[in-house]
């Protein structure tokens, strides 16, 4: 069956890079998607990536696609505090235009940034 | 341009009665997608309406309905309420522009069962 896999911490400093990472194993997943929750409140959409590409980057934001391994990775450059934050990756077959939208989350990575 | 409102935001229920939750989407977004987030189960798809429509469905029992209204405002209702159905219960509005994929989500409704 379909699953999305993340490791459930990690702790930067401030001004480092993060880079969170994400494995899934539905080859057939079209469209990955990155979000983000902050305590209390509910999720925001960071940004996403289509299969058919490797990279898309979104000014601090990086999104790495290894179809093959079937891994995806964020890399958030000049990390702020305010960036900490629980991060999910998610995946599904289309996005809500299409008729196969029903996508499947990570258990999420909470993102520690220390002063 | 106002965002996702979830009303209530907060909602304690007894096991065995039922619930209805609102979500308004985004003004010009005509698909509002349900999720639900406990710490057990992480967060979990519902489903998704587009113009009054349901059109996708994730792995929930029968309990779990929705519907969406002709202004796309939509409604989930839980009946016989479980323990279990305790979460943060959020939805979201999507458009495409462009060649641009867009969901913003509400704040969430937080049903407590006992």
């Known amino acids: 069956g379909e699953d999305v896999e993340q490791s459930l911490f990690l702790s930067v400093r401030e001004g480092d890079s993060s880079v969170i990472n994400c494995t899934y194993t539905?080859?057939?997943?079209?469209?990955l998607y990155w979000y983000k929750q902050e305590p209390g409140a509910g999720l925001q959409l960071l940004t996403y990536?289509?299969?058919?590409?490797d990279m898309k980057q979104d000014q601090r934001l990086t999104v790495l696609l290894n179809k093959k391994d079937k891994h995806l990775s964020l890399r958030i450059a000049d990390t702020q505090t305010g960036d900490s934050a629980i991060y999910f990756c998610?995946?599904?077959?289309?996005?809500?235009?299409?008729?196969?939208?029903?996508?499947?989350f990570g258990r999420g990575t909470s993102l520690i940034v220390h002063p | 341009k106002a965002g996702v409102t979830q009303t209530p935001r907060y909602l304690i229920k007894t096991r065995g009665q039922q619930v209805t939750l609102s979500c308004s989407p985004i003004?010009?977004?005509?698909?509002v997608s349900w999720y639900q987030q406990t710490p057990g189960q992480g967060l979990q798809f519902l489903f998704e309406?587009?113009?009054?429509?349901?059109?996708n469905k994730g792995n929930f029992p029968g309990r779990f309905s929705g519907r969406q209204f002709s202004n796309s405002r939509s409604e989930m209702n839980v009946s016989t309420l479980e323990l279990g159905d305790s979460a943060l219960y959020l939805c979201?509005?999507?458009?495409?522009?462009?060649?641009?994929?867009?969901?913003?989500f509400g704040p969430g409704t937080r049903l407590t069962v006992t």
């Open positions: 979201a509005s999507s458009t495409i522009a462009g060649e641009r994929y867009e969901q913003y």
């Open positions: 539905d080859s057939s997943s079209t469209y």
């Open positions: 990536i289509f299969s058919n590409m």
């Open positions: 998610a995946e599904s077959l289309s996005t809500v235009s299409g008729g196969s939208y029903i996508p499947t």
């Open positions: 003004s010009g977004h005509r698909s």
């Open positions: 309406y587009f113009s009054e429509t349901q059109r």
